[in-house]
């Protein structure tokens, strides 16, 4: 040991936490850490791995901005906001860490206690730590879908509303049924006033939005807000890389093809993604069916033209996302991280896709405990690998392991996902993407099913 203690007094550098297995190649990280062997490594590994991992969320610091949204700072509030101001940030530029790591670090420990009975609860005892489960109805119906569902519509939601309304006024979510077996879900329950005496459900609770039509491969980005009454589960819905912000794209999922936890992009609003859909539809289509559904599209294109909204299945904006995305994950769709100048912000996953897909197939197929147990000790390195990153500022890491995981969709990765997702999400100041995966993981359905929290 103490030859390993005089290279490093030579070097008078710190040991990167990665040692041998280090991969990243910026210059100013390799200034600034040592790398030592594999044997040196091993010396040191003993004494170093608790004390980083403990450093790692004693590091981090948090937004305050959610907080502020909700009420004015009180006095005590007040004091700490200002000591966190004068370490705001660990490095120049780079995404924000927060000082008040005693209640992150205290959510990622109840995850981990909970791993025997996360993913596991009845659809009766869902009870997510929200402020407020079953939010109230604001008169206004833009705050109201706000309430529930932590995220606002887009302008193109409330229009493609009135355009339904406008084929059937008498019960405008089955506009779309017989032409496309398409009924409008979700949000568009609160415009229907489905929701509206509505104190207890057939689930024998009150309702949870977070969770209303929401299907098993449906990550926090992704709002469902159409779905097909076929034996595909075929659901379109929002897609946005932060609550906070408008959605990037319109995509689709169908958790009963090969490629379930697959997301497609269908264009940049709803009237392009069902115009897609329909158009595509035509091609199979004959008879009677095909008049109606021509008649439909040339109404969609109509209504699109009027509202200047774009009919492709991919533009512009959907294209400049796609510039800004860091890795594609296994649901296809990308995630898109804060990354300064410094390229901080993001850090791959120590392992390819096709690696990983096999790692969590061994744990979820392994035969014996002992061979369980070898497996969940590699992902576990590779946790603890994230839990490196997020002390360098590098979030990304662990959004992208901890949605990838859930994409596998085996609850007995819950736990895993639990420690990772909603710490993630935190870290990232999106924490209403945090409510939603912890309310999820809770009552996380069968691959053909979703949860109507306002069915009677």
């Not at 936490?17 to 040191?44: T, V």
């Not at 006095?75 to 927060?98: N, Q």
């Not at 009919?311 to 994950?329: E, I």
């Not at 649901?331 to 850090?347: F, M, S």
Request: charged share 30%; aromatic share 8%.
């Amino acid at each position: 040991m103490a030859a390993v203690v005089k290279k490093k007094t030579k070097k008078t550098l710190p040991i990167c936490k990665y040692g041998s297995k280090c991969y990243r190649k910026n210059s100013q990280h390799l200034e600034s850490y040592s790398h030592p062997d594999k044997a040196e490594e091993n010396e040191i590994k003993t004494v170093s791995t608790e004390k980083n991992v403990k450093k790692t969320i004693t590091t981090i610091e948090r937004y305050f901005e959610s907080s502020k949204k909700k009420h004015d700072l009180s006095d005590s509030d007040a004091e700490v906001d200002a000591k966190s101001s004068k370490t705001k940030k660990l490095k120049p530029e780079s995404p924000s860490c927060s000082t008040d790591v005693e209640s992150l670090e205290s959510d990622v420990k109840a995850a981990q206690h909970s791993e025997v009975n996360v993913g596991h609860k009845s659809e009766d005892t869902v009870s997510p730590e929200l402020d407020d489960p079953c939010p109230s109805s604001p008169e206004d119906v833009k705050d109201n879908i706000k309430r529930k569902f932590l995220v606002d519509m887009p302008d193109d939601f409330y229009s493609f509303w009135e355009f339904c309304k406008s084929l059937n006024p008498k019960d405008p979510t089955r506009a779309l049924a017989n032409t496309l077996k398409l009924c409008l879900v979700g949000p568009f329950d609160i415009l229907h006033n489905k929701h509206k005496g509505v104190t207890k459900n057939k689930h024998g609770r009150r309702p949870n939005y977070l969770i209303h039509y929401r299907y098993m491969y449906d990550p926090p980005e992704f709002q469902t807000v159409i779905t097909t009454t076929e034996e595909t589960k075929l659901h379109f819905g929002y897609y946005r890389d932060d609550p906070q912000e408008a959605p990037v794209f319109v995509g689709s999922n169908s958790p009963r093809e090969s490629s379930k936890e697959k997301i497609s992009l269908c264009g940049e609003n709803l009237f392009a993604a069902v115009y897609n859909h329909a158009t595509k539809n035509l091609k199979t289509t004959s008879g009677e069916k095909k008049k109606q559904l021509e008649k439909l599209i040339k109404s969609l294109e109509q209504e699109a033209a009027r509202l200047d909204l774009p009919l492709a299945g991919s533009t512009k904006r959907m294209k400049d996302r796609q510039k800004k995305v860091v890795c594609a994950t296994f649901h296809g769709a990308g995630i898109v991280v804060p990354v300064d100048a410094n390229d901080v912000g993001y850090r791959p996953v120590p392992e390819t896709p096709a690696n990983l897909r096999a790692m969590l197939k061994r744990i979820v197929e392994s035969k014996t405990q002992a061979e369980k147990d070898k497996s969940l000790d590699d992902l576990q390195e590779i946790i603890t690998y994230v839990q490196f990153a997020n002390d360098e500022c590098d979030y990304g890491e662990g959004l992208e392991l901890g949605l990838d995981l859930f994409s596998y969709g085996s609850p007995l990765l819950h736990p895993q996902i639990a420690s990772l997702l909603p710490l993630a999400y935190q870290l990232l100041n999106r924490t209403e993407f945090s409510k939603i995966i912890e309310a999820h993981l809770q009552c996380r359905r069968a691959v053909n099913e979703c949860v109507d929290e306002l069915a009677l």
